[in-house]
């Protein structure tokens, strides 16, 4: 038989087959699974990380040196550009360490990721260890997918709606002018989220062990600038360092999912669907993929979470084949059109209008 395919505005590539009437989609990931496997695409890549792992902290140590050379003047500036720049590409590092892409060991994972995250990242891993395996389990699921649940942005019209005082009502209403620009404040958010979780009653593995690195991190950064720089270009480094770092890790994670479906709590989506219909990938080169940490391909990366980056390229091409044979949505477009789409789904969520781009299936089952 043939198929029927189209193309939507927001990069959706739609291909209707017929579909055997006893095939359950239950099966439809492991036959997937079983012909990423086939393919070799699960195998280590330990020379890939032992490179990274060996490279990046050598970069770190080598930037705080020429910190200390370069000295007391203005164009510390450019070097917190790149601290923000090189602590991103740090914890993409660490997301792939957490993910088991590294180490099949889970004590080695742990740990490299305890160095990456708290020593030279300054984020606490137990803390977004919990907060990311939520996301992965339920993505873009109102009330259990945790990055939908922001202080001051809101991605669906109910929680628009819980903001209404004349304050908080404005906000949402011009959420959109203020998403990017806010993003500049997400490294200092991440820092006190992460002192605040370890040093709070809530469960943290390894709790003492985190507050030494994080202490290590965070004061000794800040007194290695104080005693380099004067208060006025100290201020001024870190608040770009921050601002970089903030604005780096925000339009890297961004694009994946806002903009895609919302689902309510109640909606039950086999696993394939749940991760591939809420997730978006970004079509680029090599560059974008170094730039982005792997990132850009957050269908493959939510399908086989432990897969090693170096494969997901590899990967895409046949996902997006099988997506289209059993006839499931796979949205990819480039990255700058991304941020026009979330930036147009926040504007229109903050004017209080329903989501935009909410695809068939998932409105169908949300009538039920």
Known sequence: ?????????????????????????????????????????????????????????LAFVAACIVFVWIGDTWWQLVTAVAFGVLLTQIAFLGHDAAHRQIFVSGKMSDWTCLIIGDLFIGMSYGWWRHKHTRHHANPNKEGVDPDLDLPVISFTVEQANRRRNPVSGWLVRHQGIFFYPILLLEGVSLHAS???????????????VEICLLSVRLAGFVMLVFLVLSPGVAAGFLAVQLGVFGLYMGVSFAPNHKGMPVVPAAVKLDFLRRQVMMSRNIRGNRFVDTMMGGLNYQIEHHLFPSMPRPYLRRAAPLVRAYCREVDVPYTQVGLFRSYAIVLRHINRVGLGERDPFDCPIVAQRRSL
């Open 194 to 208: 992460s002192v605040v979780r370890v040093l709070s009653r809530q469960p943290v593995e390894r709790r003492l």
């Open 1 to 57: 038989m043939g198929y029927l395919q189209s193309v939507s505005e927001q990069g959706v590539i739609r291909r209707t087959r017929p579909r055997a009437p006893d095939r359950p989609h239950a099966s439809d990931f492991t036959e997937l699974a079983a012909r990423v496997r086939q393919a070799g695409l699960m195998r280590r890549r330990y020379g890939y990380y032992w490179t990274k792992l060996v490279l990046l902290p």
